[in-house]
């Protein structure tokens, strides 16, 4: 496991922890004893996750917007005061474009998911080197969400696809980087989990061939579960890729 406090709890950090995948990470990570600064853009179910989890004075709200920079300080500083250090990053915000055709994708709607995926997720991973390079002891870990969409693209994703996989070059960038500061960088590629965002898959989604198909989904709580497993190794392991998906949705080749 990674370092911990002296009343041994590691700390971690989980962005877009209100809702779907973060939150079912941040409360697999509270479940095991983790202290978890819960971090997103509303405030409200920041704190309903909190208090679902149980976990009193370990679950630290604060939220943050990571395509800001000066919000992503704040909330790094935050948790450096509050719990004396961060072992875990969990880089999971993120958001996609409504499915139009490429050529009518609005630049402000391509600059906003830009700004969110891939610049937030920069924002966080430096503040984290700054951080886990600094401490003592020295290091942590950072597991950024990916997609199966950093490998596979569905019709009319070109945003959503385009930053997905470009965070499989910071992943490989930043875990070359983190090695010199026993910093671990491995990146989650989760495929059709059971949240908000993936309800649609159950109501049908174009596929490759221009059908409408119906995909299954997966309990989210197996993210979590995933997540965890990844957090769990000592620095000298590290889980690079990890791909968590339904059994039978489409992906290779989207079929």
């Given at each position: 496991?990674?370092?911990?406090?002296g009343d041994g709890a590691p700390i971690a950090l989980?962005?877009?922890a209100g809702t779907g995948i973060g939150k079912a990470a941040a409360l697999a990570l509270l479940g095991a004893g983790y202290r978890v600064v819960l971090t997103g853009r509303r405030r409200e179910p920041l704190e309903a996750v909190a208090q679902?989890?149980?976990?009193g004075d370990r679950a630290l709200v604060f939220p943050a917007d990571v395509s800001d920079e000066a919000s992503v300080q704040a909330l790094f500083t935050e948790t450096v005061r509050a719990f004396g250090r961060l072992d875990l990053l969990f880089n999971n915000a993120g958001i996609s474009a409504q499915g139009v055709l490429l050529e009518d994708l609005p630049l402000a709607t391509w600059k906003n998911v830009v700004d969110t995926n891939l610049t937030g997720m920069f924002l966080c991973i430096r503040e984290a080197f700054r951080v886990m390079k600094a401490q003592s002891p020295r290091g942590g870990r950072i597991i950024n969400?990916?997609?199966i969409?950093?490998?596979t693209p569905r019709p009319n994703s070109i945003a959503y696809t385009a930053t997905k996989h470009a965070v499989m070059g910071l992943t490989k960038t930043a875990s070359l980087d983190g090695r010199k500061y026993d910093i671990a960088v491995g990146q989650i590629d989760i495929g059709n989990a059971g949240t908000d965002m993936a309800a649609r898959m159950a109501r049908g989604v174009p596929q490759a061939n221009g059908e409408i198909a119906v995909e299954p989904l997966m309990d989210v709580g197996i993210v979590g579960q995933s997540v965890l497993y990844m957090a769990s190794l000592p620095l000298e392991a590290n889980v690079m890729f990890h791909t968590v998906m339904a059994t039978k949705m489409p992906f290779a080749g989207r079929g």
């Open positions: 496991m990674n370092q911990k406090t989980v962005t877009g679902a989890s149980g976990a969400n990916g997609s969409s950093a490998h």
